[in-house]
């Protein structure tokens, strides 16, 4: 299972030049990894800044890799029609990771 988990309002909540984390979908992302999902973090800001958050969430461990927000996308498959599920940081307060994974595992090749 291959997850991209955001930053901004994500991972952390910003308020001025003051970074909240959002503890239920950093708890959230550490059950995905135990439960054996990959995970990359990609952030608008572009990569060093999803890392930089990441690192300071104790969740670099977590993430294969650090990637920008794609601005443009080059795909044969429309994106409605790829296989994918996408969850809001407030989902996360009721899924366990693994139950994610198996909900969703036999709807994503």
Same mark, same amino acid.
């Given at each position: 299972m291959i997850v991209y988990v955001d930053v901004d309002d994500?991972?952390?909540r910003s308020f001025g030049?003051?970074?909240? %984390?959002?503890?239920?979908t950093q708890e959230?992302?550490?059950k995905l990894k135990e439960a054996g999902a990959s995970l990359y973090c990609w952030s608008s800001g572009g990569a060093?800044? %999803?890392r930089r958050v990441a690192t300071e969430a104790g969740l %670099?461990?977590?993430?294969?890799a650090? !990637?920008?927000k794609p601005q443009v996308l080059v795909d044969d498959v429309l994106v409605e029609n790829w296989? !994918?599920?996408q969850l809001h940081p407030n989902e996360c307060r009721s899924q366990a990771g693994d139950e994610l994974l198996a909900a969703i595992s036999g709807t994503c090749r």
């Open positions: 994500t991972l952390v030049s003051k970074q909240i %984390a959002m503890s239920h959230y992302v550490r060093e800044y %999803a %670099a461990d977590c993430f294969i650090y !990637l920008p296989e !994918l599920q």
